[in-house]
């Protein structure tokens, strides 16, 4: 089989790769996608994960001519008996330059499709809403990020190594800072809560224009901007921190940055949908209206309960939501036994 984009920076694709090649299944990550095509035979599975994604351009006869050609390449599989299937991390690409295409786009590939997997439940009745597909879909839990970086340290030790007050109440954004992320909603409720002693950090790499939202974090003292790739090893350092892990994405599906806060041991403030409604529960998840006044509101809640988060408690619940080995056990049965869902 192949699996298809080569996103490997994600750390997704690498883990479920060595998961199925574990499960005894031959998996390529090709670059070119043309190239390896060729290689695919009459009942070899073709793996898709952001290819829509892949193709988007502020060019809109480029990105259409991307997604055409691509379909063309599907349909051409399709008729030589090689099977698709397509994991539904978005359900349409993030800050798409002509969101129209996207969704269109997204229907096509839905069209062709053998098989469906989906992080959560509830994916498949939004799927069938949106999209009209109705076929096969697998439940995959996205797996949690414990083994993946070192122990978080105390708050207190992560504090004092990011120079931060020790008493006060911390905020964190994690992930590339991208606009659809809503960082300047973000920035804008921290504002509308905070003390003098509380902190906003804001880790990531910037991707696409936040300009606007660099300036206006910049500007206050109580904003700690680290616009750079965190290092793998310093991951649990902002997550230890951290009181709450800030989620005001516009249009997520699926949320691996909650699993990641999770994982840490890092409580989430976000919106009570999609994923993040399998995720909720006990302090999980401290529910928000998106939107600055919403925001603050779940800043203001997780700051007044954060000494009484059982950060321990929440690893040992995220190890046990699922792990890479179960996703790939499960993603591997389908591979093997045809497209049914189950």
């Known amino acids: ?15 479920m790769i060595d998961g199925l090649r574990t499960e005894g299944l031959e998996v390529s990550a090709p670059h070119i996608l043309s190239i390896e095509s060729a290689r695919l035979h009459a009942g070899d599975w073709l793996h898709l994960h952001w290819s829509t994604e892949a193709h988007t351009s502020h060019v809109r006869w480029i990105y259409e001519a991307r997604a055409a050609a691509f379909n063309r390449q599907l349909q051409i599989l399709k008729r030589r008996g090689v099977r698709i299937a397509w994991t539904a991390h978005n359900l349409v690409p ?21 098989h469906v997997f989906i992080h959560f439940p509830s994916a498949q009745e939004t799927l069938a809403a949106e ?15 414990i083994d993946s970086h070192p122990a978080p340290p105390s708050q207190l030790a992560a504090r004092t190594k990011l120079g931060l007050p020790i008493d006060g109440f911390v905020a964190l954004s994690f992930g590339l800072l991208r606009p659809y992320k809503g960082i300047g909603d973000i920035i804008r409720a921290f504002q509308k809560v905070a003390r003098d002693q509380d902190r906003l950090i804001l880790a990531g790499n ?20 680290c616009a750079k790739r965190i290092s793998k090893d310093d991951v649990p350092l902002y997550f230890a921190a951290a009181d709450g892990a800030v989620i005001a994405h516009r249009g997520f599906f699926t949320s691996g940055s909650a699993l990641l806060a999770l994982s840490m041991g890092c409580p989430v403030i ?9 995720l909720a529960g006990g302090q999980r998840l401290y529910p928000v209206e998106l939107g600055v006044d919403g925001l ?38 389908v591979f093997r036994n045809g497209a049914d869902g189950h």
């Not at 192949?2 to 997704?12: E, M, Q, R, T």
């Not at 993030?94 to 053998?114: F, M, Q, T, Y």
């Not at 910037?206 to 901007?225: H, K, M, N, T, W």
């Not at 976000?270 to 399998?278: K, R, S, Y």
């Open 94 to 114: 993030h800050d798409d330059p002509h969101p129209e295409l996207g969704r269109s786009i997204r229907k096509d590939l839905l069209a062709l499709v053998d």
């Open 131 to 145: 999209f009209g597909y109705t076929g096969p879909c697998t439940v995959v839990r996205h797996p949690h990020y």
């Open 206 to 225: 910037p991707q696409g224009d936040v300009s606007a939202d660099l300036e206006l974090a910049r500007a206050d003292p109580r904003i700690l901007v």
């Open 270 to 278: 976000g919106p009570e949908v999609n994923h993040l409604v399998d």
């Open 296 to 333: 603050a509101l779940g800043l203001a809640e997780a700051r007044a309960k954060a000494g009484t988060v059982d950060r321990e408690s929440m690893r040992s619940w995220a190890g046990s939501y699922s792990s890479w080995s179960e996703a790939a056990a499960r993603t591997a049965a």
């Open 1 to 15: 089989m192949a699996v298809w984009p080569h996103w490997l920076d994600n750390p997704y694709l690498p883990n």
